[in-house]
């Protein structure tokens, strides 16, 4: 039984609010569950330097905490003057994880940045981060194309994000915190729709597991995108 | 006639929107027409350095902007490693408006961190910050007190914010941003109720103005504030 | 009585030492009793970048306080890789109030820097900054015009300020440590030649004070600016 | 055909130099082809101070390149002032691994560091880096076991790493720099003896991938950590 | 000739002006020439982490250059972030100089640190510091002792700094910067009474030289430095 | 008797193994007993902000100690966020050693960074390092004028270092950690072929020395540099 008394391949009740915020070109609060996530589109008509001059666009993501959007207050990053390692590495996995479906010869010189802040955090942020940050760059490319600016789509196919994990040895999907925090094994999954694998990301915390255990778990992921990619449709009017 | 349509005197719509969030121990989404603060209360029963072993308790506040709550990107404080003076001021503001009501003695040797991250901006944040950081201390003081941490209320009086300032040439209370970013002379006034000054900073911006003028703003600021003390009222359930 | 022995109308001795240095532009030791503030003037011959190209000049400032020139040492801020939140306040508060009364045009693309250096203090340093600031600014300036890059002068007024504050009951002008550290409310009044005001930053620091309160030290402030300004017109030769 | 003319699953040629450095309690000098890193282990008889005082160990590790181990020098990060995030995604993901073997409470109130720094980088240098560790913390683990501070062996299974990609549509084993840079997807495996996983960080690059091939190259993978585990167990002595 | 018109063992003007600052157990503004250094000794009741309990004092020293002590403006170092290498060297040889002459175990269980900070640069700011540093730990010494703080003086030879270079091929005592900038070789010797060394820097800027060249330049350095020392003595009142 | 059994006049074993790694344009692993600095020599086809466009060069140095290179473990400096004054004093030391016998003209407008990286200290580290330099600097000079870049030999004469110290009231060549830590006085030499002085940084730690052991000092680093002289040239094939 899981903490949350849900089916072992049951996600969380799963939200995409859209134009939560007024100035972004894509703004989006979305929800698994408990966890709450803003995540805005910004459309800047620069790119980084090693791009300049390359006809070519570029998408980029940055992450952050609100420092009580967890059970104890988290000292906030820019206070500290840096960002933790693990802020790097989630948003380093958002930015490839929308870079994997966008064409970036027909967005344009321009650059799109992601800033996902968690609002508050109940497992699966980094996931419910990608699947939004999905549904306000679909926002903003939209307005590029309605304005001209932008003649071709450069995003033809969705991206979203899942945890799964193996807690008291049953493989189940979308983790809360309270099984986070016990899994033995847990795995983040970024997929594109048609089957695809853009991202896994598959640690042992206690335990180690096999093959086996890992396809399991795949296998869930797809459930659950398959649901995401559902709701991230609805959420633009497809 | 200002930009908004709205009278000399008249504020913009006023929600405290409690519970926002889960975790804190006190939590509010304070609105100021579209300026929209997260204010959450953490307990944290520790006090800094200076104050170890002197029973007597500490309020604090941290302020950020998210990058995109403003017509254009900021750059995040996290990412470029230091807040900026304009942040470090504002925090500073808040975290004295909040000290100036509580009596540290009452709280006892615990301290409560009020972070205010503004989801939307559109003028006024810090005066919307420092009004919805009364709200999430309350509720947070209410639980320390119904839990019998706490004996007596160390939280005695209300305390609130708002701008005025003299768009071309008339004095006019709650500065939205495109009053502010063109007014003569802007001031924030921090008023405890009963009629009393916690703190005023006046900024004259293109022009200077002279006692009068000041008089006038601190005349509406009264109008304001006593809105604001009614509004924090209700939403504490008082 | 004032732990000085001064009238509550009373200011300090009050000396501006012009030259103290050799190599800027403008540069002067300014007294307010003992607190002692090196403020020196640099003309740089480019702008920062957001004004570049538009045909106008900019005035900032720094602050900084030698480590031993309190009571107790405070640690440097270059050797602990950050200046502090009231560091940035304070300049950021000379740089509003010199530009106040500088007119960008005429001073043509060009930057000048105001370093204020605390070499002793006893209460009232941003004060004696700011009035310091203004003769080496006018100093700085008359050279530019001598020299002919500078048609007409972009510094038509004088700027001076000083702090008020309600000590044991009674407003008093000029406030030294003894008082400082010990009033209930004290405000930095930034005076224009004429009657006008370019800052207000007005704190109750144990209590909370009234707009009656308000008046009376702003009154005080107008005594005691005006013979700043008449000091400031005798070190620069006017 | 590959770059370098081997076999699909083929690895490079493999070297653990164990006693490179003298000081440190292990040390080894591995490669991977022209891949090389430098790993020792140095036992701190203090732990993190979220674990004092809890009878259990802790190992973590470091990882940097030197600036000059690749093609175009690099700038060093300790001028920059900070490490990158994929230097703190690399090094967390070293700890991770090596901590998913050891048993902490075996290990004692003290802490192992594991060092890693490029001398040379031509692909895989986390992986080579994984593999070393094991074998400096092993030399470590012994001499504390040989001088009776550890009764039980705190690492009863090795663990080796290595990494995998489809490269011109083929699954190979043990990438080097030409083609890293060009693999449509490639992947990290870090493996325990016994057929366990420990972690997968799979990333598709260009394309995208599916379950089949994720399983190929996890095949390919076992394939490469058996040959390593012999070399680590050579190295060892055992 | 020297560009001053001095001869080539000729000192500049030199001045200790005591207590130029009252809050610091010592202080003393040393001009050599028109280098201007402000020293202070700050007397702490505690020592750094590496000598707690150890019953043995500390003497440390911080340098700093005001931005505008130069001909052009300097950033400040504060604003910056980080301590340059020029100013770290030097205020490591300014603490190992005094050092030198400190008895750490007579000093008792307390820090000095002695802060030099340059009003105005012309050359040899760091021999100016090291001569003054030794002047305001003298007075706080006493200050020491003469409350009975310290029973033993810790403090029983001078210490001083004098730089000489060669100009034009002409050994030279006490270069200024027009001097400085411009010399073929220089070196600064800081020296103890009694004919010891304490150090010698020297460096060969456009050209090298040679032992002959070095000594010649050592006994230049030992005639300024005997006449520092009786500068100090007097300055003392000894 | 020194603790090494060398004589008072006797290095260490000496040698220079070049081409330690491939990608660099000079490398060199250079051995000073069981000291062991890798330098490496990178060609930048741009140079400094202050050197743009001047027709010069530049050569510049970084030096770092890994971790584990001494008996206990240093902190990292890029996770500490900056370099200890010790490093950017030794880095500063190493860049003007080599551009103190390189004509920057001749150069062209290029840059050579020396990362000098401590594989393993024991006394000695910055003369090894900077003699090590001097090897691979020569190899890039020497491919940059084999693929006709550079028409004139920038690099005339050879630059060595040695330490030597006064070991209990002895003079020595060359010390290593044993000897460094123990000795009275300690000095590094920086000479030039043909018996210049490019640097001499002389420090009496525990005792003061006198005319007369620095000029014993200074003799037996000519015979070590002599040596290096030596070794250099056999090292690059000269």
């Not at 989006?28 to 300049?52: I, K, M």
């Not at 390359?54 to 104890?72: D, F, I, N, Q």
């Not at 996902?116 to 999905?134: E, L, M, P």
């Not at 309605?146 to 799964?164: F, T, Y």
Request: proline fraction near 3%; charge should be neutral.
């Amino acid at each position: 039984m899981r903490p949350s008394g849900r089916a072992a391949d049951e996600m969380r009740a799963l939200s995409f609010e859209t134009g939560f915020t007024k100035h972004a070109e894509g703004s989006v609060l979305v929800s698994f569950g408990d966890t709450r996530v803003l995540v805005t589109a910004s459309v800047e008509e620069r790119v980084p330097p090693f791009l300049r001059g390359k006809a070519t666009g570029w998408v980029t993501a940055e992450y952050s905490m609100l420092p009580r959007a967890t059970h104890t207050r988290g000292s906030r990053e820019a206070a500290k003057g840096k960002q933790s390692g693990r802020t790097q590495e989630i948003q380093r996995l958002i930015g490839r994880s929308l870079r994997a479906v966008t064409d970036m010869a027909k967005l344009g010189e321009r650059q799109i940045v992601l800033d996902c802040d968690v609002i508050q955090a109940d497992g699966g942020t980094r996931t419910a981060a990608i699947s939004g940050a999905w549904v306000a760059l679909r926002i903003a490319v939209d307005k590029l194309m309605a304005s001209g600016a932008i003649a071709e789509d450069p995003l033809e196919r969705k991206v979203a994000a899942v945890s799964c994990g193996i807690h008291k040895g049953t493989p189940v999907l979308d983790l809360d915190y309270a099984e986070d925090s016990s899994a033995d094994a847990d795995a983040n999954f970024v997929l594109i729709e048609g089957g695809h694998i853009a991202e896994v990301q598959a640690t042992a915390e206690g335990a180690t597991y096999d093959e086996e255990a890992l396809l399991r778990l795949l296998r869930l992921a797809r459930l659950g995108c398959d649901r995401i990619f559902a709701a991230q449709d609805k959420a633009v009017g497809r």
